[in-house]
């Protein structure tokens, strides 16, 4: 089999980080080049010390435009404007890049890979009801009768793919389908 090349794309936080580090040592064992291209935020601390034969490139954190505004929200920005550098990165790697791993929160990245024309794949490290009720909650909340999850209590969800699950179990980011953080979660 060919060695290939794969960057990986992880969002803010380290529970996303350390998954992709992992993924990235997997490629590694199997022959394959790997690096993790990750965001700067000033809150974030990369141990690539602790991962010698995994590369990392830290790209820019650009200040968010909304400061104000709530933590996943400024996260979102923090990947939208690091686009350009990790545009950047990607053109300026030797070897081409056969694929761009990205985490489930870099949706924006879809367009830079587009851009220098490398295929893109997301990595989602949770579980598949997780990512059953991810997939299904764009086509799922505009049927919910009431304004949120957060109004219905006990009430139990169905989605295809997962246990059903009460409203007020609901991942947070997700109880309030009017907010920004929901909105941008969905879309």
Do not use: Q, W
Not at 75 to 98: E, N
Not at 115 to 130: L, M, N, T
Not at 131 to 138: K, M, Q, W
Not at 176 to 181: C, E, G, I, M, V
Request: charged residues 20%.
């Amino acid at each position: 089999m060919a060695k290939k090349t794969f960057v990986l794309y992880p969002s803010l936080g380290v529970g996303h980080l350390i998954p992709m580090v992992e993924l990235a040592k997997h490629l590694l064992r199997h022959g394959h080049d790997a690096a993790i291209a990750v965001v700067d935020a000033p809150d974030e601390d990369v141990d690539a010390a602790a991962n010698p034969d995994v590369a990392f490139r830290l790209l820019p954190a650009l200040p968010s435009p909304h400061p104000a505004a709530d933590p996943v929200m400024r996260g979102i920005d923090a990947l939208r404007l690091a686009g350009p550098a990790l545009r950047d990165y990607l053109r300026s790697l030797p070897a081409a890049v056969d694929a761009l791993l990205l985490d489930m929160f870099c949706a924006d990245a879809l367009d830079v890979a587009a851009e220098v024309g490398v295929p893109a794949y997301y990595f989602f490290a949770s579980g598949a009801s997780a990512l059953a009720v991810f997939l299904n909650l764009p086509y799922y909340y505009p049927a919910v009768p009431s304004p949120s999850f957060r109004e219905m209590g006990a009430a139990l969800l169905r989605f295809p793919g997962a246990p059903p699950i009460r409203a007020l179990d609901m991942v947070f980011a997700a109880r309030d389908k009017n907010s920004a953080r929901t909105k941008a979660r969905l879309h």
